[in-house]
Every structure is written in structure tokens, then in C-alpha cells.
């Protein structure tokens, strides 16, 4: 079957750094898609990655190993408004999104 | 970037009738409409996939008579609950994938409709 692992849930302070990890097993992979969700609204796209290695964008970069089936978002100089869902997601063979459960960041002042 | 919307944002209706939600990309064709529902404290799930012109796809366990799915135009998507009930009560949300010049295969979110059977 297709699995998507995140923890649950993660608390940091404003301004620290915070990596939150995924693991998948897909049949097939055509990228790893991260996502942030606040509540009541729908997600919105951080990062895309199909290659191995890490993609910096801003305060947020996204680093992928597809042979061990692992991925990381990390969060730099972290924001009050940073708390949110992060939703880690695969797209297999099909071309569809296999979805994570998602990780609630709780951050702190 | 590519823009979805959906319409309506929110809605309460009664148990028994039916609430069409409808879903629009604004600014690009999309071939593809994924529609979600995610309850509360939990990860979106896959309801059903719509080509453009033809039929959608469910997933397991969902009802294909009870959620009609319509995608007649590159723009326009609909999905209709038909005979509400209370546990019909979530957060729809659709996507719509747009192939970019990268091949990302990016799927763009609407913002979501609020439905409450009551």
C-alpha cells in the first residue's frame, strides 16, 4: 500500500529553526509537493521537489532523498504566523497526490 | 500564479436537499479538478478526480450518486451533494492542475467551501 508518515505535531519558539520530516512508500514517484495549511482555509504550495538534493526558497527549503524515501521542510527565523499545518504529499505513478496526514507546528513566543 | 475559486464559501442547509459547489479556474485551462473533503484535525481526502469531458473518478468508498461531479468546461467544475445529512458536514475543497512548463504537475487550491447540514 502507499504511506505517507509525518508526526502529528511539533511546537517551537519565534525565531528558532524547525525541520519537520517525511517518509513515504508510493507505487512510483513523480515529486514530493509540501504544503501549509492554516485552519479553516485551504492549503497553499511551499515547495516542489523530484530531484535529490535541496531546494531554498526564502525562509523555507525542502531537501529530498528518493532512495530513502525521505523528505524535510525546514523553517528558518520562525513567525507567529508560521503556525500552521504542514501537509506533505507524493505524487505517484498515476500522477496522483498521495497525502500525509500533516504536521501541526505550534509556535511560541 | 494560477487562481481557483469556489463558490460558495460557506453554506447551511437543510437534511435531505442539495448544494451544489461550484469550482473555477480563473486564469489558465485546467484538465484536471481533484475534489477533497478534509474533516476536522484531519488530512484532506480524495474524493474524486475530474477530466475535463468525461467521467469522474471516485475513490473507494465514496458515493458517485450522491456526489455529483461535473466538468463541462477547462474552467468550471461542479460537485453536488445530493440528500445532505448531517455527516455530510465538512470542508470541500477542489484543486485544479495546470501542467507547468517543468512538468511540476501543480495543483492549485480553492479556498474551500464550509458546508453544514443541519
Known amino acids: 500500500g502507499q504511506n505517507i508518515d509525518q508526526p502529528t505535531e511539533m511546537t517551537a519558539t519565534e525565531g528558532a529553526i524547525v525541520q519537520i520530516n517525511c517518509t513515504y512508500q508510493?507505487?512510483?514517484?513523480?515529486?514530493l509537493f509540501w504544503y501549509q495549511q492554516h485552519a479553516g482555509e485551504a492549503p497553499t504550495f511551499l515547495s516542489y521537489n523530484v530531484l535529490d538534493g535541496l531546494e531554498e526558497k526564502g525562509r523555507f527549503s525542502s531537501f529530498l532523498s528518493r532512495s530513502k524515501g525521505y523528505s524535510y521542510l525546514l523553517l528558518k527565523e520562525l513567525q507567529m504566523k508560521d503556525s500552521a499545518s504542514y501537509l506533505c504529499a507524493v505524487m505517484d505513478s498515476n500522477y496522483q497526490l498521495i497525502w500525509g496526514a500533516g504536521t501541526k507546528l505550534i509556535i511560541k513566543p | 500564479g494560477a487562481v481557483v475559486s469556489q463558490h460558495p464559501s460557506w453554506v447551511i442547509c437543510k437534511s435531505g436537499t442539495s448544494v451544489k459547489i461550484e469550482c473555477r479556474s480563473l486564469d489558465f485551462q485546467a484538465t484536471t479538478m481533484f475534489w477533497y473533503r478534509q474533516f476536522p484535525k484531519q488530512s484532506l481526502m480524495l474524493m474524486a478526480t475530474?477530466?475535463?469531458?468525461?467521467?469522474?473518478?471516485?475513490e473507494q468508498g465514496v458515493e458517485k450518486d450522491k456526489f455529483l461531479i461535473n466538468h463541462a468546461s477547462l474552467t468550471l467544475s461542479t460537485l453536488t451533494v445530493t440528500s445532505a445529512h448531517p455527516e455530510d458536514s465538512s470542508f470541500y475543497i477542489c484543486s485544479a492542475r495546470e501542467m507547468t512548463s517543468g512538468d511540476t504537475y501543480e495543483q492549485y487550491f480553492g479556498p474551500g467551501t464550509r458546508l453544514t447540514v443541519t
Open positions: 508510493t507505487s512510483g514517484f513523480n515529486g
Open positions: 475530474s477530466n475535463e469531458g468525461s467521467k469522474a473518478t471516485y
